[in-house]
């Protein structure tokens, strides 16, 4: 899987990179926080929208999103301020609707996912005086039947230099699997990487509640429907 934020196939020597992640039959999982120009240019910045645009029709042309090639291209939403996303399957046709229609581009799944307080987001919110009300927002909804799909039940981050994570979030933060004797790819043979890893905790704190929230969100979007 690869997550993947569009314009970076247009940063300069990744002008094959459409091509190999067809060759190797990548799943896409692409952020596009709306279908709007305006609520995208405001999240990314501007020309952002364009830009995306333009990637995602040349995966199309590849056949990412394109019925019976095997080739899954699914997109990401996240809102553009401090509140959960709405349904994701409601959303997702509206984004079929826009996008079909305005561009002709096609695409399997929309995920929708809850911002996360963490980095960027959360300054911003602190800069804003609004970091405590989202942190009561998502305490408040929280919902415990999300908790058997949380991506950090299922699955494992791993960074560039071979470290290991809970989830994606918890690399964003450094919280490594292993704390003081952080574990890394490589240092073990993978039976015991394995038993490790089912032995440790997962390393949880505040922003966990952005994963339970709601209908929960994960890498693969809603975790209740
Ligand atoms: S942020 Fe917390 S709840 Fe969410 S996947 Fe990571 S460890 Fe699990």
């Given amino acids: 899987m690869d997550r993947c934020n569009l314009t970076v196939l247009f940063e300069p020597r990744q002008e094959d990179l459409v091509e190999f992640l067809a060759d190797m039959h990548v799943e896409i999982v692409a952020s596009l926080p709306c279908y709007s ?9 501007h020309g952002v929208y364009d830009k995306s645009i333009q990637a995602l029709r040349r995966l199309n042309v590849v056949g990412y999103g394109q019925e019976g090639s095997g080739l899954l291209l699914n997109l990401v939403y996240n809102p553009v ?5 709405p349904p994701q399957e409601k959303l997702e046709d509206d984004y079929k609707q826009e996008l079909t229609t305005r561009f002709g581009i096609t695409f399997n799944r929309l995920y929708t996912l809850t911002n996360m307080p963490i980095a960027r987001f959360a300054h911003m919110l602190q800069r804003e005086g609004n970091l405590d009300a989202y942190l009561e927002l998502l305490a408040t909804a929280f919902n415990p039947h999300t908790l058997d799909g949380l991506m950090c039940r299922h699955l ?9 994570y809970d989830c994606d979030f918890n690399q964003m933060l450094d919280l490594r699997l292993g704390g003081n ?3 890394r790819l490589g240092e073990w043979p993978g039976s015991t990487l394995v038993q ?5 905790d997962i390393r949880v704190d505040s922003h966990c509640y952005g994963c339970t929230a709601g209908a929960g969100s994960s890498c693969g979007g809603s975790l209740t429907v």
């Avoid at 120009?37 to 910045?45: A, F, L, M």
């Avoid at 494992?156 to 290991?164: A, K, M, Q």
């Fill in 156 to 164: 494992v981050s791993v960074s560039w230099d071979g470290f290991l």
């Fill in 181 to 183: 004797t952080p574990l």
């Fill in 37 to 45: 120009q305006d609520n995208v240019d405001k999240q990314r910045g």
């Fill in 196 to 200: 490790l890893l089912a032995q440790g």
């Fill in 81 to 85: 301020g401090a509140f959960l996303p």
